[in-house]
């Protein structure tokens, strides 16, 4: 599965350039994360609140 993703990330490179490929796996990575919180039951506000380091 590493031989793949590398070779995706390495086909992204070179067709879009080093800051684009990266700009498109934080997008990813982001909304992976914020997906799993979502599916664990916990609200959008909480989980801003919670990185933002803000209370209610």
């Known amino acids: ?3 793949v993703i ?3 990330i ?3 490179m070179l067709l879009l350039g080093f800051f ?3 700009f498109i796996l934080l ?3 982001l909304g992976y994360v914020i997906g ?3 599916d664990e039951g ?3 506000k909480s989980l801003f609140l919670k ?3 803000l209370k209610d």
Do not use: N, R
């Open 6 to 8: 590398g070779l995706i």
């Open 36 to 38: 799993s919180k979502i």
């Open 51 to 53: 990185i933002l380091s």
């Open 42 to 44: 916990e609200s959008l």
């Open 20 to 22: 684009k490929t990266i």
């Open 27 to 29: 997008c990813a990575s």
């Open 10 to 12: 390495a086909t992204m």
């Open 1 to 3: 599965m590493g031989t």
